[in-house]
């Protein structure tokens, strides 16, 4: 059965800082695997999505890389901002076709 | 814009009633989600529709029900069946099925059980 740890649960950095968050899985057979964000009391917005083909994907200050021989993704973030203060989740496609979310990373940025 | 609407945003129930919670999609995508959010839990899948008139239970579909009449409507009852309903439920929207594409979620309904 596929599952999604992500370490720390949460994490607070000074602005300016470069981070990584991390994203492990134990069954290295997927499809794909997704990023998100979600600030308090909304819901998910897709940051970056990483076919099983790919090895990376960068959107502006956001890097996500994938290595499915270790089972593990990385979300990079490059000089954070306290806008970047949110949860940040993970999620993979595994061989059943279905996705499963890893429980997140609770991310404060100080000003 | 193109986007997933959920509404209410906030919905109170008394015990032993039924709420339905609406989810309607305009980015004209095929498969449609639900997820119920608890603290420390993370998401959760209760139903999943891939096609119109189809849908399929998730990991924890018990006193939840839905219906997919319109490929851009998928509404979640939640019904008095449900031993704990009180959470943050989000829908989502992906444009493939099998497997499961890009997804897309809604702002999220929080319902209140009183």
């Known amino acids: 059965k596929q599952e999604v740890t992500q370490i720390p649960a949460a994490l607070s950095v000074p602005e300016g800082e470069n981070l990584v968050l991390n994203c492990s899985f134990t069954?290295?057979?997927?499809?794909?695997l997704q990023w998100f964000r979600q600030d308090p009391g909304k819901g998910l917005t897709s940051l970056l999505l990483?076919?099983?083909?790919?090895r990376e994907q960068t959107s502006g200050r956001l890097n996500a890389s994938l290595d499915k021989s270790s089972g593990r993704s990385t979300l990079y973030i490059a000089a954070s901002q306290p806008g970047d203060s949110a949860t940040y989740l993970c999620?993979?496609?595994?061989?059943?076709?279905?996705?499963?979310f890893g429980k997140g990373t609770k991310l404060s940025v100080k000003p | 814009d193109g986007g997933i609407t959920q509404s209410p945003k906030y919905l109170f129930r008394k015990e032993g009633q039924n709420v339905t919670l609406s989810c309607e999609q305009n980015?004209?995508?095929?498969?449609m989600y639900w997820y119920r959010q608890d603290p420390g839990q993370g998401l959760r899948l209760i139903y999943y529709?891939?096609?119109?008139?189809?849908?399929q239970k998730g990991d924890i579909a018990e006193g939840y029900s839905v219906s997919r009449e319109k490929k851009e409507s998928f509404p979640l009852t939640v019904t008095s069946a449900q031993k704990n309903p009180t959470a943050f439920y989000l829908c989502?929207?992906?444009?493939?099925?099998?497997?499961?594409?890009?997804?897309?979620f809604g702002e999220g309904s929080r319902l209140t059980v009183l």
């Open positions: 069954d290295s057979a997927i499809y794909n």
């Open positions: 529709s891939q096609i119109v008139n189809d849908f």
């Open positions: 990483i076919q099983s083909s790919q």
């Open positions: 980015l004209n995508h095929d498969a």
């Open positions: 989502a929207s992906s444009p493939r099925t099998s497997p499961t594409g890009e997804l897309f």
């Open positions: 999620a993979v496609v595994g061989s059943q076709g279905n996705l499963i």
